[in-house]
């Protein structure tokens, strides 16, 4: 646009708006980011002329007169802006004077909110003219190739008015002398040679945006979704035949897209590599883990007491638990959370496993909503089941072959749980209330901030529960 515009003496200015009048595009760097909103003629295409013309105008960059010529962009009722070129009125005047007009005759442009005389000397000075039959309102909507009367300074005077844009522009011209009349329209014909390089220019602006731009900025706006969606490894081949700065641009988004490809491939690297470390803590603690446990197992092999037995037992079962955790989340694809029902119902065996001494058949079955919790809950809640359930192995079942522990856990996340451990025994004592089992409760409970309590359920036998997120009943 800038080319065309420097190409032609008469064009000041080329320049694109959008909808709200801001221009985005033009010829002249100083006119970026002004506003058309308030202009006469642009409101006329918001309103929906397809074409509209503004009033002889001081230009806001050129400092000169100026007329600017608009077309719509956007069919009814989309509006997507304008394309406009602002007409140097003074050198176009010079053109039309200096070429095609006899010496004292006079050239008037009119519009549909005034009339202005053609002077190269001075600044267009605005002119007080009579037309007869309201021809002034109706100029611009009718060809009068004939010659009429117009009252200028009190005196008829011969003129020829020929419209140039539809209901937008006219040129009157005012002979001295009524055999120069018809020659004038040859002058109205050569005043349009500045309108058609305009509408020339104009046609060459909306083909270069419509179809050098607008189709590659589509184009790019493609690649960036492509980008978006995380496919990083395409190029924007076609961009090799566009105008250059559409090049530039597309060469700058591919190699924006490489250099986040290679830090999302550092970050995949340095993830797995962190994921691995994970691993291999949680795999080295479960060893540990289960290196006291062996060192419990020999302990308590070598002892006849059965109090000091039992209580290496007890802290067998803790730390089993928490062997358990820490196998679980190395084992899982996600480090940072223990899915819940597979972990309690291997705590489950594990329990049954470890407190069956084979004098009794007691089971311990596990039922769990799909979810998972961090290690900081996941812990608490199996250090509780494990208390929970042994003191059920403990006190439960005394003068019984056989019974059944059921661990529940319902929940919709971690902030919201219910769990419960419940037994068919014949309940729990007062002293064994009190004891070390339900101590532990409580301080378990509270690392997850909940609450505990234990009441009988309808089969005699003792529920243990654990709540987070909501009252007690």
């Avoid at 409580?442 to 036998?461: K, L």
Wanted: glycine share 6%.
């Amino acid at each position: 646009m800038a080319q065309i515009a420097s190409g032609d003496s008469v064009l000041t200015n080329i320049a694109l708006t959008n909808p709200d009048g801001e221009i985005i595009c033009s010829a002249l760097d100083d006119a970026q980011n002004l506003s058309m909103v308030d202009e006469r003629w642009y409101q006329r295409l918001q309103d929906g002329s397809e074409q509209s013309v503004s009033g002889v105008q001081l230009g806001r960059v050129s400092r000169r007169p100026i007329l600017v010529v608009a077309s719509r962009l956007g069919q009814d009722p989309e509006f997507r802006g304008a394309a406009a070129a602002a007409i140097d009125v003074l050198q176009a005047s010079r053109i039309l004077i200096d070429n095609a007009m006899d010496e004292g005759s006079q050239v008037i442009l009119l519009t549909p909110e005034e009339a202005r005389e053609v002077d190269t000397e001075r600044i267009l000075k605005p002119v007080a003219i009579d037309l007869e039959d309201e021809l002034l309102r109706t100029v611009l909507d009718v060809t009068r190739p004939e010659p009429v009367q117009v009252r200028i300074d009190g005196h008829l005077t011969p003129a020829v008015i020929t419209p140039l844009v539809d209901q937008q522009l006219a040129l009157m011209l005012v002979s001295p002398a009524p055999a120069a009349q018809w020659g004038l329209i040859s002058v109205a014909a050569t005043f349009l040679v500045p309108l058609l390089m305009y509408a020339l220019a104009l046609a060459s602006v909306w083909l270069a945006v419509d179809h050098y731009v607008l189709r590659w900025l589509g184009y790019l706006r493609r690649i960036a979704a492509v980008y978006g969606s995380g496919r990083l490894d395409v190029i924007p081949v076609r961009a090799r035949n566009a105008p250059r700065e559409i090049r530039g641009l597309a060469e700058t988004m591919a190699e924006m897209a490489a250099s986040l490809e290679e830090q999302h491939s550092e970050l995949e690297a340095a993830v797995e590599q962190r994921g691995a470390l994970l691993r291999e803590i949680h795999h080295r603690v479960k060893n540990n883990l289960q290196i006291i446990v062996s060192l419990l197992n020999l302990q308590a092999g070598r002892m006849s007491d059965g109090e000091g037995r039992a209580a290496l037992m007890e802290a067998r079962r803790r730390i089993n638990a928490l062997s358990l955790v820490h196998r679980s989340l190395y084992e899982a694809d996600d480090l940072r959370a223990v899915h819940m029902p597979g972990f309690l119902a291997e705590l489950a065996m594990n329990l049954q496993q470890v407190s069956d001494d084979g004098s009794r058949s007691i089971s311990v079955q596990a039922e769990c909503d799909d979810v998972s919790f961090e290690p900081d809950t996941a812990v608490p809640i199996a250090l509780f089941v494990t208390e929970a359930v042994t003191n059920a192995y403990k006190h439960a079942f005394e003068g019984r072959k056989s019974g059944r522990v059921l661990i529940s856990l319902k929940a919709s996340s971690a902030d919201d749980l219910t769990l419960r451990v419940s037994d068919d025994g014949v309940g729990m004592s007062e002293t064994a209330s009190q004891g070390t089992g339900s101590s532990l409760m409580e301080a378990f409970a509270m690392q997850v901030e909940g609450e505990t309590w234990s009441e009988r359920n309808a089969e005699g036998g003792m529920d243990f529960i654990l709540q987070v997120g909501e009252e007690k009943n």
